[in-house]
């Protein structure tokens, strides 16, 4: 099958498995407390009693464990897995589950019974993914959404273009998290995908001491499948996330039209022509200019916009082409975005960093107040060229490490002064430079940080010109005498082989 089609089985039975096991643990659990003589639960010795407590669903939603059906738990399913009907059942079993469950009801992907597969194959699959254990401890959860976000990357690879509609790399949504430092608060992405801007939110939030239950998450996807892909990728890692009513487009029916957001993360798909954009041309969002109808940035920028909060901050990927463009007025857009002061922060990221597309992508940070965290930094806006960071993973992948991306979010903090880093800002040839509102008019509004930064500064190697002149001029010489060398040496091969 395709990744396309064999993404859902696959990811659809590992959340089976999950939520199973859960259960299981739960199950052992209740049954330690009901039948321990010194346990403020204890139902005496009858093990029919014991047996019925464990079929008590309380016991398991006030743990926050979805409650799973007896036919539809993995030891149930698993000894039908040779039934020539078992694709008919693990649907079954899903519609069980989201009739028990009402936060995944519509969400799960009830697509194996007409899966097109050759008999046995998905009994296979079943007995496959049985082998997968996840422990009763508190990071299974965690081991889970791993596994969960590296399978996704492994379909984005698999499906090439088609699969940045679900999936952005986790070291860029990193970038964003170190940047935006979501502590709490409503966090919001218009187009999530699969949900990693929520994962790595959640995952900083804990790493500075707080709670999940700190920030709310809302979210929306247009793309059905990819709407249930973010609903059991976040119900996976117990998240209480608003997805919506239903997958919609953000632009024709935004599913939460009357709310504003502390912080937005996104990774909107790059220069799509195709949104509709005839049909909004007196939308209220658009404070700062009409968007092009051929080419969708400038909507998702300002729409981010329109949606933050008094002091929120957004955090946006998109194509370099974003930030000089001047098709259709997109110049005029970005000139009113400056010159309105929302746009804070600009950084250049170097190309392969997706799996989708080898172009090289920039983030946009913008607020709608200056003021907040840290100094006035009115009039300003930094510029960070990260063109030269990051390692190569494979030979077509590149990665932003752990240093690269604390550096960038470091700068940041420092430039803002908000009390995150305690060294003072400087610009630094060739990586970062805060520049004036009138730096950037005299550049023509074009926000790219190379036009900023400047070139490195080289370092001093105590050698002279000259003295550097003549070791280089002597090095060239000796090469090109074995060049002669070379030449001469594979024209007489050949003149051997008769290929004179």
Same mark, same amino acid.
């Given at each position: 099958?395709?990744?396309? %089609?064999?993404?859902?089985?696959?990811? /659809?039975?590992?959340?089976?498995?999950?939520?199973?096991?859960?259960?299981?643990?739960?199950?052992?659990?209740?049954?330690?407390?009901?039948?321990?003589?010194?346990?403020?639960?204890?139902?005496?010795?009858?093990?029919?009693?014991?047996?019925?407590?464990?079929?008590?669903?309380? $016991? $398991?939603?006030?743990?926050?464990?979805?409650?799973?059906?007896?036919?539809?738990?993995?030891?149930?399913?698993?000894?039908?897995?040779?039934?020539?009907?078992?694709?008919?059942?693990?649907?079954?079993?899903?519609?069980?589950?989201?009739?028990?469950?009402?936060?995944?009801?519509?969400?799960?992907?009830?697509?194996?019974?007409?899966?097109?597969? *050759?008999?046995?194959?998905?009994?296979?699959?079943?007995?496959?993914?049985?082998?997968?254990?996840?422990?009763?401890?508190?990071?299974?959860?965690?081991?889970?959404? %791993? &596994?969960?976000?590296?399978?996704?990357?492994?379909?984005?690879?698999?499906?090439?273009?088609?699969?940045?509609?679900?999936?952005?790399?986790?070291?860029?949504?990193?970038?964003?998290?170190? &940047?935006?430092?979501?502590?709490?608060?409503?966090?919001? #992405?218009?187009?999530?995908?699969?949900?990693?801007?929520?994962?790595?939110? %959640?995952?900083?939030?804990?790493?500075?001491?707080?709670?999940? =239950? =700190?920030?709310?998450? $809302? /979210?929306?996807?247009?793309?059905?499948?990819?709407?249930?892909?973010?609903?059991?990728?976040?119900?996976?890692?117990?998240?209480?996330? @608003?997805?919506?009513?239903?997958?919609?487009?953000?632009?024709?029916?935004?599913?939460?039209?009357?709310?504003? +957001?502390?912080?937005?993360?996104?990774?909107?798909?790059?220069?799509?022509?195709?949104?509709?954009? *005839?049909?909004?041309?007196?939308?209220?969002?658009?404070?700062?200019?009409?968007?092009?109808?051929?080419?969708?940035?400038?909507?998702?920028?300002?729409?981010?916009?329109?949606?933050?909060?008094?002091?929120?901050?957004?955090?946006?990927?998109?194509?370099?082409?974003?930030?000089?463009?001047?098709?259709?007025?997109?110049?005029?857009?970005?000139?009113?975005?400056?010159?309105?002061?929302?746009? %804070?922060?600009?950084?250049?990221?170097?190309?392969?960093?997706?799996?989708?597309?080898?172009?090289?992508?920039?983030?946009? +940070?913008?607020?709608?107040?200056?003021?907040?965290?840290?100094? @006035?930094?009115?009039?300003?806006?930094? +510029?960070?060229?990260?063109?030269?960071? /990051?390692?190569?993973?494979?030979?077509?992948?590149? !990665?932003?490490?752990?240093?690269?991306?604390?550096?960038?979010?470091?700068?940041?903090?420092?430039?803002?002064?908000?009390?995150?880093?305690? #060294?003072?800002?400087?610009?630094?040839?060739?990586?970062?430079?805060?520049?004036?509102?009138?730096?950037?008019?005299?550049?023509?509004? !074009?926000?790219?940080?190379?036009?900023?930064?400047?070139?490195? @500064?080289?370092? #001093?190697?105590?050698?002279?010109?000259?003295?550097?002149?003549?070791?280089?001029?002597?090095?060239?010489?000796?090469?090109?005498?074995?060049?002669?060398?070379? =030449?001469?040496?594979?024209?007489?091969?050949?003149?051997?082989?008769?290929?004179?």
């Amino acid at each position: 099958m395709d990744a396309a %089609e064999y993404k859902h089985l696959v990811l /659809g039975l590992i959340f089976l498995k999950y939520i199973s096991d859960t259960f299981a643990a739960q199950q052992g659990k209740v049954l330690q407390t009901v039948s321990n003589p010194e346990s403020d639960f204890y139902l005496g010795d009858d093990p029919a009693d014991h047996q019925a407590a464990l079929e008590d669903r309380d $016991y $398991y939603t006030q743990e926050n464990v979805f409650w799973v059906p007896a036919d539809a738990r993995w030891e149930s399913l698993r000894a039908r897995a040779k039934q020539p009907d078992i694709g008919q059942l693990i649907d079954k079993a899903l519609v069980a589950i989201e009739n028990e469950n009402p936060t995944l009801r519509g969400k799960l992907d009830k697509r194996f019974g007409a899966a097109q597969l *050759e008999p046995g194959r998905l009994g296979e699959l079943v007995d496959l993914i049985s082998t997968i254990g996840f422990a009763d401890d508190q990071r299974s959860g965690d081991v889970l959404g %791993e &596994v969960y976000e590296y399978f996704l990357g492994q379909f984005a690879s698999a499906e090439g273009k088609k699969g940045g509609q679900f999936y952005t790399p986790a070291h860029v949504v990193k970038t964003l998290v170190a &940047v935006l430092a979501p502590h709490k608060g409503r966090i919001y #992405d218009p187009c999530c995908g699969s949900g990693g801007m929520f994962v790595q939110s %959640e995952k900083f939030i804990q790493a500075h001491g707080g709670k999940r =239950d =700190d920030a709310s998450i $809302y /979210g929306q996807e247009s793309n059905p499948t990819t709407w249930r892909l973010a609903a059991m990728n976040l119900a996976i890692r117990g998240f209480a996330a @608003d997805l919506g009513q239903e997958p919609a487009d953000t632009f024709a029916r935004d599913q939460f039209p009357d709310q504003k +957001f502390d912080y937005i993360l996104a990774n909107p798909p790059f220069n799509i022509s195709d949104w509709g954009g *005839e049909k909004y041309e007196s939308d209220p969002r658009w404070v700062y200019g009409r968007p092009p109808v051929g080419n969708a940035n400038y909507a998702w920028l300002q729409h981010m916009l329109w949606k933050l909060r008094p002091g929120g901050e957004a955090g946006v990927v998109l194509a370099n082409g974003s930030m000089s463009s001047n098709q259709s007025g997109e110049g005029q857009i970005r000139e009113a975005m400056v010159r309105g002061d929302v746009v %804070e922060v600009m950084v250049a990221l170097p190309g392969q960093l997706f799996l989708n597309t080898a172009i090289p992508v920039c983030l946009w +940070f913008l607020t709608n107040d200056k003021t907040q965290r840290g100094r @006035d930094r009115r009039g300003e806006t930094l +510029f960070i060229d990260a063109r030269q960071m /990051g390692t190569m993973k494979t030979r077509v992948e590149r !990665v932003l490490t752990d240093e690269d991306i604390a550096k960038i979010g470091d700068t940041v903090h420092a430039w803002r002064g908000d009390g995150e880093v305690s #060294d003072a800002y400087e610009d630094v040839a060739g990586f970062c430079y805060n520049a004036k509102l009138e730096e950037i008019e005299k550049n023509g509004f !074009v926000l790219t940080p190379g036009r900023y930064v400047g070139a490195a @500064d080289i370092e #001093d190697d105590g050698e002279g010109f000259d003295e550097k002149m003549k070791r280089l001029t002597g090095l060239l010489k000796q090469q090109q005498e074995e060049g002669v060398k070379l =030449d001469q040496q594979i024209a007489e091969n050949l003149r051997r082989l008769g290929y004179e």
